[in-house]
């Protein structure tokens, strides 16, 4: 088989403005995973290498999650070294920006820059910033910029703050307790509350033409559509309906969950046109993704003008982007 050209979106990477602050946090990959910290700092040539071993034509890159808050400086740091590599590579990168959601004045502010200065496509956003959600007030003049600006916020999962990680210890050993807090549940499950609490906010009643994107199969949304659908009719006196937003303002990612099963599911209550191929590079491998774009194919679960909207042309449509043609 001969893949469609691949988009991927929740590619990360390191900044030399605040990897100094991540090696504790991450301990669990960098024992697992082999060179990943080698390829987090990379935005030339092994990042390029990786993409052409898994076939992948175009990359969105996005910073890591960062534990704590980063400063509006490191973000502008950050983004200016992403930005550069973008230049460098035009035809293979875009970025999302990585904002200091502590501030949301300076959130906004630093994600207006990006898009208008170095073309950014959006933002990937950590699902909390030392426990704070964003579903209230002070966050509303951000999410009006990104309504403003018409991108795309990735929502990506970090790492539980103290009093959520007491949540995940017990009778256990330290890894598992470190694994059930972040990749192993408890990232996915914050995530999808998040999305529920910007619902259950009025926000898209206030914004209807948001742009939300999160991973991991959509962080378990997809698996309970159907019973959120009914339940939040009674959290307010919100216009536009779960199923409604979940259809028109979410898109969901496939990175790092290599399964048929999900993706059944999500063909049968997910509007097609808001599933987007992604791999989580370099915590997955661009290889194990292209296998299962290959098993996807070979499924019969998508017909091929299906698959060539997961692989690329959602992403292309979704943000502005273009998959370069092959060669």
């Known amino acids: 088989m001969t893949p469609p050209p691949l988009i991927t979106l929740e590619e990360h ?8 602050n991540m090696d504790k946090a991450y301990v669990e990959q ?5 060179s990943l910290e080698s390829k987090l700092k990379n ?4 990042r390029l290498s990786d993409m052409d071993a898994g ?76 426990g704070q959600y964003y579903d209230g007030p002070e966050y509303l003049p951000f999410w009006q910029k990104v309504h403003d600006l018409d991108v795309a916020i990735y929502i990506h999962p970090t790492w539980p703050s103290d009093d959520m990680g007491r949540r995940y210890e017990g009778n256990f050993t330290d890894g598992a307790s470190r694994s059930l807090s972040a990749s192993g549940w408890g990232w996915h499950t914050e995530t999808g509350l998040h999305f529920l609490r910007l619902f259950a906010s009025g926000l898209f009643d206030k914004l209807p033409k948001l742009k939300i994107i999160v991973g991991h199969f959509g962080e378990m949304l997809p698996f309970m559509l159907e ?81 060539d909207l997961i692989a690329y042309k959602n992403a292309e449509s979704l943000l502005g982007i273009k998959a370069p043609a092959r060669q």
């Open 43 to 46: 935005l030339s040539d092994l």
């Open 55 to 130: 076939k992948v034509s175009f990359q969105v890159i996005s910073h890591a999650p960062t534990p704590g808050a980063p400063t509006p400086q490191q973000c502008v740091e950050a983004n200016d070294q992403l930005a550069a590599a973008v230049a460098d590579n035009q035809t293979r990168f875009a970025g999302f920006a990585v904002l200091p959601m502590a501030q949301p004045e300076e959130a906004a502010k630093e994600l207006e820059r990006t898009v208008k200065q170095h073309c950014f496509v959006g933002a990937l956003i950590d699902n909390h910033v030392l």
């Open 227 to 307: 019973r959120i659908s009914v339940l939040s009719r009674r959290w307010g006196d919100i216009k536009r309906d779960f199923a409604t937003v979940y259809k028109e303002n979410l898109w969901i990612t496939t990175s790092g969950v290599w399964g048929l099963a999900p993706m059944a599911t999500i063909l049968a209550n997910t509007p097609v046109e808001h599933v987007l191929y992604s791999v989580d590079y370099p915590f997955a491998r661009n290889e194990d993704g292209l296998d299962w774009i290959q098993k996807l194919e070979a499924s019969g679960m998508v017909t091929k003008e299906q698959l």
């Open 30 to 34: 960098f024992k697992h995973v082999p």
């Open 13 to 20: 990477f390191f900044s030399s403005s605040v990897s100094s």
